[in-house]
């Protein structure tokens, strides 16, 4: 059925509950949790329809992208273009009540944008125009096309997206993964650019449409962009498939954000990262919530809106470093036919926005127009000035090299701009690793003519950041000559997880066609590794220790032949996979390695630890050795037993957990990193690993711990134990979700590539549940942490001390 309404358009409120022809189902308006805030449903469908891109022009009025271009299904009885609707005061009341149509014509539109002199810009996947009304009656009569994208792939939305204007006046427009597929970029005055693989990221071009130059890389899809007053860049970029969260993105020139459509559609592969993991790229400011289509600055914050998470959200921008972290508000949470898409500020301060309504990508007649009006004296809020390393980063300020030198990456970033401006990119002798690193990502700016000979020798560097970075890059464009100089690195040492897998990568990238990998990709590598008996010992015991345990290569036979190897860093990785695994045939092995004297210390400890998982079952024997000499082995053995709750809880004195300066003092005192190693992945007791990873191995559910020491202090860190709900990052937030039978749910949404109908979540136990969205009545995030907040009392202070010695020891 066909939702009910006047003829004549009117404001209405968003008390009204309305039917929806999609299912039938009954849709209630979305919620507030901040009652200062309040909203209006402006206009809906047959006005308007599947609508995307939003802006005010300089008279106030509302221009709105409809699409009808985007998928349309068989039988489609809507237009056979997409166009700019206008919604206009029509009598002087100061109420928007009269649409109409500014322009029409066009394919795959996306976004739109009034710029400095009134002209309306828009980019559709294959284009951007620019649209001028000459005689003033609100229709467009004039066209230009600034930009074009030329390429075989014609999916409607992962084209060019985002639009914004800088400081200067140039345009800004991002390119999205355009499925990998060869492409050119061809301004108005000629200008091209020619790529592909999905390396694609934000350009700038003149009004004119000349000039057009790259900006920034390494983006997957940025359906929006803004630029702040003072000339600052944001973006939400959309995630990987398996690679989550969306993330909120400072866009800074010369920026590497590290995805790379060519390795898959997935964002696991070694030479992907997503929050600065690899040397040359960029963290992100924070995550953001499922599928953000639009972000504004305005009230003191960046506004993003969330179409599968249902949501408006605002991030708050906290200083860090020269870039920032942010702290998110809800502001509005819809259920599942509430689908924000484009969002503009009008005039009055309020804040407009779009509603896709349904979940469906074919377009589907159903569209919503929203007003959220702001708490009194709200859109006054300035945004929060740049910080002095911000600006420093910004104004071409210090000496290039100082600030490559620098640990923060956009200081970084900012000193190899500066040295790849300059002719002589010459090193001092003795230069730095960093300072190498910097100097060999210039050249990559630059294009040396011998790049041959530049990477080889950037392949036999000492720093593996320098290794890595030359890596990527010879990866990144398929110089398949160097093939065999990437394979000899796997003949040596290896000096980090990261660098190993990313040579893996790299040789199985330059030996074959190019093709997309999946998720499990990188584990099919280290089984072939594994499986190649030419392997040295230490690259079986490195890659064992990055293989999941669950993996079914890994049986308990060849498990078992692991630990008969000569080579201890291998037996201790067959124990460490043994003691993950669990189960009978698992303990039995762990019992034998434990009893075993000619073992070392270090290997039967964790055995040990494994066999904590059943520690009812094997208590006699954590018994014996709690009574044992070995002062290793005996604390490990009486740990086990008292986390199992089969020996008495320590009673000594302990400070609260708020007194964190009473803490830091207690736990300054170094303890045993091995000892804190055992504890971190115990099946007994934190739990930490279960949904935290170190150095390849847990769960990929919480934040990755390898580098945490170089991100934290050790006062940080003491507190994330401690205190776990004192700060939560955004894309860790849990939420409390009610189901439409009475039944609630706490967790941490995990994200999805796409809007399946069904949404997973994690509990505080690490367990993964499944909730059909269709059955969700209400999300609300919740202050609580899912880490447990009990750890002075679950722990000892020798625990505490052994566990933060051990996430503060440097990166291995």
């Known amino acids: 059925m066909q939702v009910m309404q006047k003829n004549t358009l009117a404001i209405i409120a968003v008390a009204i509950v309305i039917f929806f022809n999609h299912g039938s189902v009954l849709a209630g308006p979305p919620r507030l949790p901040d009652s200062h805030y309040k909203l209006e449903l402006i206009a809906q469908e047959p006005q308007i329809v599947t609508p995307v891109g939003v802006a005010f022009d300089r008279k106030g009025r509302l221009l709105v992208v409809e699409s009808h271009t985007h998928q349309p299904p068989e039988g489609y009885q809507g237009l056979k273009h997409d166009r700019i609707r206008m919604l206009s005061d029509s009598n002087g009341d100061g109420k928007l009540d009269q649409w109409s149509t500014f322009a029409e014509g066009f394919r795959h539109a996306m976004n739109i944008l009034v710029g400095r002199d009134g002209e309306v810009y828009l980019v559709s996947r294959h284009n951007l125009v620019v649209l001028r009304d000459t005689n003033g009656d609100g229709v467009a009569d004039k066209q230009q096309e600034l930009l074009r994208l030329e390429t075989s792939d014609d999916y409607p939305h992962n084209g060019l997206g985002a639009l914004a204007q800088n400081k200067v006046g140039n345009l800004i427009v991002s390119l999205a993964e355009n499925h990998g597929e060869k492409y050119s970029l061809i301004g108005a005055d000629g200008t091209t650019i020619n790529s592909g693989g999905g390396q694609d990221g934000f350009y700038t071009i003149t009004p004119e449409g000349k000039n057009l130059k790259r900006f920034a890389r390494g983006f997957w899809n940025p359906f929006s962009a803004c630029v702040l007053p003072d000339g600052r860049i944001f973006t939400a970029d959309n995630d990987p498939d398996a690679s989550p969260p969306c993330r909120l993105v400072h866009v800074v020139p010369g920026g590497d954000y590290g995805f790379i459509y060519q390795y898959g559609r997935a964002g696991t592969h070694p030479l992907q990262c997503w929050n600065g993991e690899l040397p040359g790229t960029l963290p992100m400011v924070c995550g953001v919530s499922e599928a953000p289509t639009a972000i504004v600055p305005h009230a003191g914050a960046l506004w993003v809106t969330s179409w599968g998470d249902h949501r408006i959200e605002r991030y708050e921008l906290v200083p860090r470093g020269a870039s920032y972290s942010a702290k998110r508000t809800i502001i509005v949470q819809g259920d599942g036919e509430f689908r924000p898409t484009g969002m503009a500020v009008a005039p009055d301060g309020s804040i407009y926005f779009a509603d896709w309504v349904l979940h469906d990508y074919p377009v589907h007649g159903h569209g919503k127009i929203w007003r959220l009006m702001l708490p009194d004296g709200d859109a006054k809020k300035p945004l929060p000035p740049q910080s002095k390393e911000d600006l420093a980063a910004s104004n071409d300020a210090g000496e290039a090299v100082l600030n490559i030198e620098s640990p923060d990456p956009y200081l970084h970033n900012h000193g190899v701009n500066q040295l790849a401006h300059q002719k002589d990119l010459n090193l001092p002798s003795g230069a730095s690793p960093r300072l190498r690193l910097g100097a060999l990502e210039a050249a990559w700016h630059n294009r040396p003519t011998d790049v041959a000979s530049l990477l080889r020798n950037a392949l036999h560097d000492d720093s593996p950041e320098v290794r890595l970075f030359a890596v990527r890059w010879i990866a990144d464009e398929r110089i398949t000559a160097l093939r065999d100089d990437v394979a000899k690195l796997l003949n040596g040492p290896q000096p980090n997880f990261r660098l190993y897998l990313a040579v893996l990568g790299a040789v199985d990238w330059l030996a074959h066609e190019p093709s997309q990998h999946t998720a499990d990709f990188t584990e099919g590598l280290l089984v072939r590794e594994l499986s190649n008996s030419n392997r040295s010992p230490e690259i079986h015991a490195l890659t064992l220790s990055l293989l999941k345990p669950s993996n079914k290569f890994l049986t308990t036979e060849r498990l078992a032949g692991y630990l008969r190897s000569d080579f201890a860093p291998l037996r201790l990785e067959a124990v460490r996979t043994l003691s993950a695994q669990s189960g009978e045939a698992s303990w039995k092995l762990l019992a034998d390695i434990a009893n075993d004297h000619s073992q070392p210390t270090n290997i039967r400890a964790e055995a040990i630890m494994g066999l ?136 941490v949404r995990l994200g999805k590539a796409s809007d399946s109908g069904e949404e997973d979540y994690v509990d505080t136990a690490g367990n993964v549940f499944t909730l059909p969205s269709a059955t969700v009545e209400s999300r609300q995030p919740v202050d609580k942490s899912i880490m447990p907040d009990n750890f002075q009392s679950l722990l000892s202070v020798e625990d505490l001390r052994d566990l933060v010695t051990f996430l503060v020891s440097p990166d291995r």
Do not use: M
């Open 612 to 747: 904590s998982a059943g520690a009812k079952k094997h208590r006699a024997l954590l018994e014996k050795f709690a009574a044992g000499d070995d002062p290793t082995l005996k604390h490990e053995a009486a740990r086990a037993l008292r986390l199992a709750l089969l020996q008495p809880a320590s009673t000594e004195a302990k400070p609260p957990a708020e007194d964190l300066e009473a803490w830091n003092k207690l736990l300054s005192t170094p303890g045993d990193a091995e000892s804190g190693r055992r504890l971190f992945f115990s099946p007994v007791g934190p739990r930490c690993s279960v949904c935290h990873s170190y150095a390849g191995r847990g769960a990929g559910i919480a934040p990755e711990l390898t580098r945490i020491s170089s991100v934290a202090s050790r006062e940080r860190i003491i507190a994330s134990i401690l205190q776990p709900s004192l700060e939560i990052a955004q894309d860790y937030q849990p939420w409390l979700v009610t189901t439409n039978d009475g039944k609630t749910y706490t967790g």
